[in-house]
């Protein structure tokens, strides 16, 4: 029981709420805490006293947990998106005071955020959603925040955010006001888009490396680890190298040859599809994350259309060439590198599509600043994309920033021999082989999409435009391909 009050309270402690937890106390702020199954509070406490008797209070029933926290309260809440956000939101309601500030740190859809907030204004309290990158590591040593929301909310806070946040050198913490309304929540949800991406891209450079390079994981593992010195430095780079090293402790070989070929996901990256499509922004590499994903749910279908496959002649990887290991490691070095480019190009369009939508002002600079520490997408290259946005806040996209198009022409020919020979021995490279299309598609000035205008003014009379002289045209196709016919 905290005697004096505490500087702010937290509700719900699974992993990454004991965890957030942790971190505020750490950084010298007294937290109270309080979860509906009052064993997490217990444990909770138990973890504060071994982690250096760190300032953390436990509550097992919400008015003492709420009465034990200084005014005006800021309470954060870690529980499942959707109704148990709003359950609690009910339950903290009734002892809170006018002034009180609510913090959802969940994945949450942005407008449930803006509904909340809307909801408690009408009893005085603010309200902010904050998305939260890092994982259960980086919730307790440094994560990336995107807190959205009410500014007043966000300046109670602030003084805990910017110790609590992921501090990165020449950068900063990773935490900024990120805008009204959802842009919190909208900005973590298509963070989490792009990571899809990433992995999607990772893998598959792991198995043109595997399949068709035939490296073994010792081979991979040194690979990546190269590869994580460089301009691919990142969290994902790394702990992919760190999973390579690892031995199977339940037989023999290696960890990663054991796990099952089947992703999970928890929903955020199919609404960063969603959003995308409403928005008509193109963002294949994230799309074909998603699909990948998808596909690979379909474990038993594959195993059957292998064997239906297998018989009529098609192995697993359809020619067995030999290729020169260390160009083919350089080369799709360069394609993950490219592709990458074009998944941060996507994510970015999103956010700044979104943000036009709904009057947010949205600064990508900045999000790409405090995406550099604590979060999974963490990378040295977020530096470059900063710096993109420096030099130009208005830039159409990250393609045509001088020192990416630069890098990109630089890499085409590599990133076009891995798609080729991923293709001639059947190896799905969707992640690279949307991101190259992507590219080619935004760097020509003509594409084929006059003869689809053709084809829908032609069967539904929809017009079209004409390059030589303004305005609305409509053609009877129909009659003049039936009169030539005669």
């Keep these: 029981m905290a005697v004096q009050p505490t500087r702010i309270g937290l509700a719900g402690l699974a992993v990454m709420g004991q965890n957030l937890a942790l971190n505020i106390a750490s950084k010298g702020f007294p937290i109270s805490v309080y979860n509906r199954t009052t064993s997490k509070v217990d444990e909770t406490v138990e973890r504060a006293k071994k982690e250096g008797n760190l300032p953390v209070y436990g509550f097992h029933d919400p008015e003492s947990f709420v009465n034990s926290i200084q005014k005006p309260r800021v309470i954060i ?5 959707g109704a148990p956000v709003d359950q609690t939101i009910k339950t903290l309601s009734a002892y809170l005071e006018k002034g009180d500030c609510i913090v959802d740190g969940g994945n949450e859809w942005y407008e449930n955020t803006e509904r909340r907030e809307k909801a408690v204004s009408e009893n005085g309290f ?3 959603g ?33 110790k609590v946040a992921a501090q990165v050198r020449d950068s900063g913490p990773c935490v900024t006001y990120i805008g009204k309304g959802g842009s919190g929540n909208f900005v973590k949800m298509v963070h989490n888009g792009i990571e899809y991406g990433d992995m999607q891209l990772i893998a598959e450079a792991y198995d043109v490396l595997k399949s068709v390079g035939k490296l073994s994981n010792e081979e991979l593992h040194g690979v990546f680890t190269e590869w994580n010195k460089g301009e691919l430095e990142s969290f994902l780079v790394e ?30 990256g199919k609404w960063t599809v969603q959003q995308a499509a409403e928005l008509s922004v193109p963002s294949p590499t994230i799309e074909s994350s998603l699909d990948a994903r998808f596909l690979s749910g379909l474990k038993d279908e594959r195993v059957q259309a292998a064997k239906v496959f297998k018989e009529g002649g098609f192995g697993d990887v359809l020619t067995d060439q030999t290729v020169d290991k260390k160009q083919l490691i350089d080369d799709v ?16 369009n999103l956010i700044r599509a979104k943000s036009v939508e709904k009057g947010w002002g949205l600064k990508l600079g900045e999000l790409a600043r405090i995406w550099k520490g604590g979060c999974i997408i963490r990378a040295i290259f977020l530096d470059r994309i900063k710096q993109a946005y420096d030099r130009n806040a208005e830039l159409a996209n990250l393609l045509v920033d001088p020192e990416f198009a630069k890098e990109i022409i630089e890499r085409q020919s590599a990133w076009r021999r891995v798609v080729c020979l991923s293709i001639n021995s059947g190896i ?52 003049i391909a039936r009169q030539s016919k005669m």
């Design 77 to 81: 809440m870690l529980v499942k998106a």
């Design 126 to 128: 603010l309200y902010l």
């Design 130 to 162: 904050m998305g939260v990158s890092g994982g259960e590591e980086g919730a307790r040593n440094g994560p990336s925040l995107m807190p959205g929301g009410s500014f007043e909310a966000y300046k109670n806070i602030e003084d805990i955010l910017l």
């Design 239 to 268: 702990i992919t190298a760190d999973i390579f090293g690892i031995k199977d402790d339940k037989g023999d070989g290696h960890l990663v040859d054991k796990v099952l070929d089947k992703t999970g996901m928890k929903g955020t």
């Design 333 to 348: 070095r360069k394609a993950l590198y490219a592709s990458k480019i074009c998944s941060y190009a996507q994510g970015m």
């Design 428 to 479: 799905s490279t969707p992640g690279m082989s949307a991101s190259l299309a992507y590219f080619d598609s935004y760097r020509r000035e003509r594409l084929p999409a006059n003869l689809v205008q053709a084809q829908r003014d032609y069967f539904g009379a929809h017009t079209y435009e004409r390059t030589d002289v303004e305005g609305s045209f409509h053609t009877e196709w129909f009659k």
